[in-house]
């Protein structure tokens, strides 16, 4: 599959005009979130998108890493929310599901959503959100990582049976790098309507979710009911829906 190397990507959509920015290429970087720190810090304003070949040390949620080799998309929006940092935390299923939306409209079947922010197909994840604000700047970084190709016998062990690729799903006919771009765009619009305070529709965001599955997260057990308009997941725990605000998702079966 081509068409997902980032100067393509950065093509089509600066034909597309809707960037939202600046747009900056690498060709091999330790992540494109650190790029895009280091190019916030050097007090450059406004909006843009970091995109990369490759990642050396390409990170996820909660201290993970992504794997990242070539042929896959790895970038960096750099946002600038109109709203305090406490209404931020809504950009990140904001962009979970701009992404999920995106993939389901190119055709990709199954597509569901593990809250806050990753794209699961068959089980297995194809891409994944990490979301870093930066507070003192003004900035919320959203980084975005999609499985482009995979090749099994590069993938460590542990990860072989648990992520799959765009170049296995997306249906014949179907461009990658206009899907990719699309993507993109829809999460710079997504996270900049959320970070401008539009509350997130949960019924959009509930398509994609396993409603009435069991889950743990954070030492909380209950059957997943939706998300509240600024995001956090709602629980049904015996009678009473509780919202959770942070946490992994973990089955906890019993369906």
């Known amino acids: 599959m081509g068409g997902l190397e980032p100067a393509a990507l950065a ?5 597309r005009g ?21 190019w916030v810090a050097a007090g450059n304003p406004g909006c843009a998108l970091v995109l990369a070949r490759v990642q050396r040390a390409g990170r996820g949620r909660l201290g993970r890493s992504w794997h990242s080799p070539a042929g896959g998309v790895y970038a960096t929006l750099v946002l600038r929310p109109s709203q305090p940092p406490d ?12 992404l999920a939306e995106a993939l389901d409209d190119a ?21 994944g959100i990490l979301a870093q604000a930066l507070p003192d700047a003004g900035a919320v970084l959203v980084g975005v990582g999609i499985n482009g190709t995979l090749d099994p016998a590069a993938l460590p062990p542990e990860l072989a049976d648990r992520v799959e690729a765009l170049d296995r799903v997306l249906p014949a ?8 771009a ?4 829809r999460i710079a619009a997504a996270c900049g309507a959320a970070g401008d305070g539009i509350p997130l529709d949960p019924g959009r965001v509930a398509r994609f979710l396993a409603i009435g599955r069991m889950v743990d997260v954070a030492g909380r057990r209950g059957r997943v009911r939706g998300v509240a308009p600024r995001g956090a997941l ?5 009678d009473e829906d509780v919202e959770v605000d942070v946490g992994e998702v973990c089955d906890a079966g019993g369906d």
């Open 107 to 127: 055709g990709v079947p199954g597509v569901a959503l593990k809250w806050p922010n990753d794209c699961l197909v068959r089980g297995r994840k194809l891409a």
């Open 234 to 238: 709602v629980l049904a725990i015996g």
């Open 18 to 38: 809707r960037s939202g920015g600046r747009i900056l290429v690498f060709d091999t970087v330790d992540s494109t979130q650190d790029e895009a720190e280091r």
């Open 182 to 185: 699309d993507a993109l765009e």
């Open 173 to 180: 006919g179907v461009a990658a790098d206009a899907t990719c």
């Open 87 to 98: 209404r931020w935390p809504a950009m990140t299923v904001a962009a979970g599901l701009a």
């Open 11 to 15: 093509s089509l959509l600066g034909r």
